[in-house]
C-alpha cells in the first residue's frame, strides 16, 4: 500500500511543491493549510489526482485525519520578514502550538515528523559560514524575534517528543529558497526585485546591499528535505545553497536578466536584518550525498517565467 503523508502548509510555496514530489515518488498526500499565506492556485493543479487531499484547517487547533498516517511535515508557517512582522501572533502561535499540535498527531499515528526550520534560528550569525552546531545570536524583543523563536521553540519541542516519546522526527533548517509559486508580494529579496523589474519600477536594496545571503532553488530544496524524511538524522540539517551573494548583486543580476531600465535605489536596513547568510551543508553532503545542483541563473529564468505570466494575467 501506499505511504500517507500530511503536509501543512501544503498549499504554500514550498509546501506546494512539497506534494508535488511526494506524489511523483508514489505517495499519497494529504496538503492542511489555512491559505493565511498559502494559495489554492499553488495546488489547484492536483484536483482529481486520487492520491491527493486537501484540507482547509488550521493547525494550531486540534488536528484529526482518519486513517493511518506514515509522516507528518510541517511546513505551515508565515515565511517572509513582510508576513511575520504583520502577523506576528500567528507566527508565534503556529509555531508553537501549531507545531505541538502535528507532533501529537505523528506521535498518536506512529509516524514520522519533519519540520521545517529555518537559517533564521542563526540570527545575526558571528559565526560563518553557519554550521548546526552554531547556537546563533538572535534578538528574542526585536521584529524578527516572532519567526526566530517560533522556530526555535519548534526545534526543542521537536527533540523533546524525539527524546520523551521515541517520535521518530527531523529537523531541517532552511536558507533562502525560491523558485515558481512564490507570492509575488512576497516581500523576501528576489520576488521584490522581480516584481519590481516587471512593473517598470525601480529596484530596492536595502542598506548598502552588501550584506550577503545564500539562494537554492526550490527543487534541490525539496530533494534534500526528502532524503532528510528517509533517513535516520534527527539532529538539525542545513539545506540550502552554499554559494553566496550580495543583495546588490542579485539586484543588478536580475535587472540584467528582465531587461529593466530603472536604478537601483538604496532604503535604511531594517532592525535586526542579518549582515551575513550562508549555510554550511557539510553535514548534507556527508551524509546524504545532498548538495544543490541548479545554476541559480537557471533557477532565475524559471521563475521569472512564472512571475511574468502571473504579472501579466
Known sequence: MKQRVLVTGGAGFLGSHLCDRLLGDGYKVIAMDNLLT???????????????????????????????????????????????????????????????????????????????????????PLIHPQPETY?????????????????????????????????????????????PRMRLEDGRAIPNFLLQALNGRPLTVYGDGSQTRSFCFVD????????????????????GNPEEWTVLRMAEVIRDLTGATGPILLAPLPVDDPKVRQPDITNARRSLGWEPTTRIEDGLRATL?????????
Do not use: C
Not at 545570536?137 to 522556530?151: F, L, Q, S
Not at 534541490?220 to 538539525?236: A, E, K, W
Not at 517565467?305 to 494575467?313: I, L, N
Open 135 to 179: 547556537w546563533g545570536n538572535v534578538n528574542p524583543v526585536g521584529p524578527r524575534g516572532v519567526y526566530d523563536e517560533a522556530k526555535r521553540f519548534a526545534e526543542a519541542m521537536t527533540m523533546a517528543y524525539h527524546r520523551f516519546h521515541g517520535v521518530d522526527t527531523k529537523i531541517v533548517r532552511i536558507f533562502n529558497t525560491f523558485g
Open 305 to 313: 517565467d512564472d512571475f511574468r505570466r502571473r504579472v501579466v494575467s
Open 38 to 124: 498559502g494559495s489554492t492556485d499553488n495546488i489547484a493543479h492536483l484536483a482529481g489526482n486520487a492520491d491527493f487531499r486537501f484540507i482547509f484547517h488550521d493547525v494550531t487547533e486540534y488536528i484529526f485525519i482518519d486513517g493511518p498516517v506514515d509522516a507528518v511535515l510541517h511546513f505551515a508557517s508565515p515565511a517572509s520578514p513582510r508576513d511575520y512582522q504583520e502577523m506576528p501572533i500567528q507566527t508565534l502561535k503556529v509555531g508553537s502550538l501549531g507545531t505541538h499540535k502535528a507532533l501529537g498527531l505523528a506521535k498518536a499515528k506512529g509516524a514520522r515528523f519533519l519540520l521545517a526550520s529555518t537559517s533564521e534560528v542563526y540570527g545575526d
Open 220 to 239: 534541490d530544496l525539496v530533494d534534500g528535505i526528502i532524503r532528510v524524511l528517509r533517513s535516520d538524522l534527527h539532529d538539525p540539517v542545513n539545506l
